[in-house]
Each structure stands twice: as C-alpha cells, then as structure tokens.
C-alpha cells in the first residue's frame, strides 16, 4: 500500500546543514514533495521534484530522489533558526492530487 | 489578502454535538480538499472536490459531510461528535496535478 517514512526528529546547530530522510513505497508516483509547517500554521509547498530527475537545487535547499532505494532526502544549508519547523515528505498516489504525507520530522535549530 | 481561509479558527464543543467548519479560497483553483492532522502530527486527507464534484472519499465516517456549494467554497458538517473527532483540520486547494496544494491555518476541533 501507499506509505511514506521520515524520522521524527532532527537537531541541528545554526550554519550547520540538515538532511531530512524519507522513504515512499508507491513507484508510480510522478512528482515527489517537501512541505513545511511552521507553529500555529498550514503547509506550505517548499519544493517538489518530478520522479525522472534526481537533483534539484533552490536556492538552500537541495533535493535528492534515489528512485531505485525510493529515498527522497532535503537538504538545507546554512540552517537559520527560522527554518525550525515541521517538514513533512509527500508523494502523490492515485492521481487528483492525493497526497500522502509522511509524519513529518521535526527540526529544532539551536545557537 | 488570505488565499485560503478556513473558520473558525479554533472549535471546543460537547460530544454528540454538530457542528461546521467553513473553508474558501480566492485563488480561482478548481480543486479543493480536507485533511485532519492528529495530535502526532499525522496527516491524511479526507475528501476532495473537483469543481463542485466529489473526487476524492477516503475511509471516513459517514457523520463526516463535505458540501461544496461552489468550487471556491468547501464546508465540512460534522455529526454527532466523538472524542476521537479532536484534531486539527486543514483545508486546501490546488489547481492542475501538480500536487501543490495551498493550505488554510487549519480549525483546532476540541471535543470534550
């Protein structure tokens, strides 16, 4: 069935890079995704990239899409401590846009 | 000038109760979607609509009514509350299959 795995939670130290992890299972899935929610607050779409390609880099975030492993990571450089959130991976199952989220792994960036 | 806004913002009700949350966007997007974030944080969709036309149901109760009057607007009724109704509810739209959806800052439902 359709799943998607991230770890729950990730510390970092401001200037560090983070790697967020995730693993899906749906092969089919054309486009992959990176959400962010921030406290109190809906997501919000940081970036996707279409399941033929394995990079794609914007700006501090870069993602990486291993299709064979179906491991999809995001990383961000020189972490902010605005970039604390709630990241959530996302693949999209079944057509009309449903997505499935992962549960979403928590980043805490510490001075 | 908020794209997508739900109402109300935060809902604390009785058990057994009814009771509605409001969603709307001003993105002219054709589709438009409920999800419900557990206290985990888990998050999973519950229904879609497609230009008024239900697209998506997924496995949730039947005390659980969506009704779209319009393709900007996506209510949600709520029958006969439970305890496990408690989480926090998101509305969201899209337009096209590009799977970028645009979220509301969610309705916190409290059922006691």
């Known amino acids: 069935g359709e799943d998607v795995e991230q770890s729950l939670f990730l510390s970092v130290r401001e200037g560090d890079s983070s790697v967020i992890n995730c693993t899906y299972t749906?092969?089919?899935?054309?486009?992959l995704y990176w959400y962010k929610q921030e406290p109190g607050a809906g997501l919000q779409l940081l970036t996707y990239i279409f399941s033929n390609m394995d990079m794609k880099q914007d700006q501090r975030l870069t993602v990486l899409l291993n299709k064979k492993d179906k491991h999809l990571s995001l990383r961000i450089a020189d972490t902010q401590t605005g970039d604390s959130a709630i990241y959530f991976c996302?693949?999209?199952?079944?057509?009309?846009?449903?997505?499935?989220f992962g549960a979403g792994t928590r980043l805490a960036v510490h001075p | 000038d908020t794209a997508v806004s739900q109402t109300p913002k935060y809902l604390v009700t009785q058990m057994g109760n009814d009771k509605s949350i409001k969603c709307e966007q001003n993105?002219?997007?054709?589709?438009m979607y409920w999800y419900k974030q557990d206290s985990k944080k888990f998050l999973k969709i519950m229904f879609s609509?497609?230009?008024?036309?239900?697209?998506i149901n997924e496995t949730v109760p039947n005390r659980f009514s969506p009704k779209s009057p319009d393709k900007a607007h996506l209510n949600l009724h709520i029958n006969s509350l439970e305890l496990g109704d408690s989480a926090v509810y998101f509305c969201a739209s899209s337009q096209g299959d590009l799977g970028k959806l645009f979220f509301g800052s969610g309705t916190q439902l409290s059922v006691l």
């Open positions: 993105l002219g997007h054709d589709t």
């Open positions: 609509y497609n230009n008024k036309e239900l697209i």
């Open positions: 749906d092969s089919s899935s054309t486009y």
């Open positions: 996302a693949e999209s199952s079944g057509g009309y846009n449903k997505l499935i």
